[in-house]
Each structure stands twice: as C-alpha cells, then as structure tokens.
C-alpha cells in the first residue's frame, strides 16, 4: 500500500511522530487503539475523520518501519 500521502510527519505536530493526513492522530494512537480491541469499525465510529485507508496505512507503515524499508 501506499501510504505516503496518508502518514505525514511534521516536526512542530505531536513531537514529530507520523501522524494520519496532518491531524493530530499518530500512528501510535491507532496502533494502541486496535491493540486494545478495538476494530477498524469500532475505531472509525468513535473517530470519524478516520478512514478504513486510514488505518490499514497505518498496518503498512508499521509493517514496512519493523523491515527497515522505510526511505525518508
């Protein structure tokens, strides 16, 4: 997937932690939300700004950082 235009990382915004389309939601906050329990559905209700692109590009920027495939 490609999720360049859908994780962003600004140094001023959450202490330069890759964020969802500029919002102040991280990566970070998605990952604990599904971690918790949460579905992708469950996580989109309570954050409608959230896609289902949004999180499943959070899976892939995620998956690619622990391979070490990122290139910033």
Aim: proline content about 3%; overall charge negative.
């Amino acid at each position: 997937m490609d999720y360049k235009h859908i994780i962003t990382i600004e140094p001023g915004k959450r202490g330069g932690k890759a964020c969802i389309r500029g919002m102040r939601i991280t990566v970070c906050d998605i990952l604990e939300w599904l971690a918790s329990g949460m579905s992708i559905a469950e996580t989109i209700e309570d954050y409608p700004e959230l896609t289902e692109e949004d999180v499943l590009a959070t899976l892939s920027y995620v998956a690619d950082r622990d391979h070490g495939q990122l290139s910033n």
